[in-house]
Every structure is written in structure tokens, then in C-alpha cells.
């Protein structure tokens, strides 16, 4: 009965592993950080090397060169970024839950015009900065 037990229970853990996919380089680090507290102060994690997990709700299209990942607030998600060819994330990952490690960075400022311009008026942009993870490695469950 424990043989029987002890194989029911390796079989079971090996499906579960079977469900995850790697991609790009094994992961290191063991701390996760919230994707919340990245957005909070992305300025402070800017160039560390970070471990989050979230859900999928965005996946490049075209060549699978990003995701983005859900933060636990509405409407919150941060970009996983990884060099087109070094990993491809699969397109059917929307909704999947992905564990990645990658190195937070700046990327070019984004500029948007008010679109509440009075006729006459000075043209007044916002200028945003835009943080994202530089991908290193990822585990798609």
C-alpha cells in the first residue's frame, strides 16, 4: 500500500511540472517582489534584479518578444520586455499565471498632448517615465 501511495504521489508531482513551461534562464533568486510595490517606486528599483509573479493579461503577437503582468490593483500591470529571438513567450499565455526574474530599467520617457486643447492654446504635453522588466527567465504555469 505505501509503494502504491509513494507512486501516486511522484506521478502526481511530476504532472504538475509538466503544466510549467521555462523559458530563457533558470531562475535564481527566491524572494518575490509585488509587481505594486515595483510601480510604487519604480525609481528605486531601477536596474535591480527582481523576481514577480502575475497573471498574464497581454502577450506580444507578433514575435512573443513581451507579456504583461497584472498587479493585485485594478487596472495595474508592468511590461516584461526580452530581446526578439532570446525568449519567445507563447501567444496563447493570456490568463496564465508566469513567475519571471528580470532587471527593472527606464525606458524612453512616454509624451502625451492633453486632448482638452483650447483652440489658441500653448500645446502642454505630460511627459511620463515608463518603467518595465528586462526579462532574464521566466516559468509560465
Not at 526578439?84 to 512616454?110: H, Q, R
Amino acid at each position: 500500500m505505501k509503494k502504491l501511495l509513494v507512486l501516486v504521489l511522484l506521478l502526481s508531482v511530476a504532472f504538475v511540472k509538466a503544466e510549467e513551461k521555462k523559458y530563457g534562464k533558470s531562475i535564481t533568486l527566491k524572494e518575490k517582489t509585488s509587481i505594486s510595490t515595483i510601480l510604487s517606486d519604480p525609481a528605486k528599483f531601477d536596474g535591480k534584479t527582481v523576481l514577480v509573479e502575475g497573471k498574464i493579461v497581454g502577450v506580444c503577437q507578433e514575435m512573443g518578444c513581451w507579456l504583461d503582468l497584472a498587479g493585485i490593483k485594478e487596472g495595474e500591470k508592468i511590461r516584461v520586455k526580452v530581446k526578439d529571438g532570446d525568449i519567445v513567450f507563447p501567444k496563447n499565455g493570456k490568463g496564465k499565471t508566469a513567475l519571471v526574474e528580470g532587471v527593472v530599467s527606464k525606458v524612453e520617457p512616454v509624451t502625451t498632448a492633453h486632448k482638452d486643447k483650447k483652440e489658441g492654446a500653448k500645446d502642454e504635453c505630460a511627459t511620463t517615465a515608463v518603467y518595465q522588466i528586462q526579462g532574464i527567465g521566466a516559468v509560465i504555469k
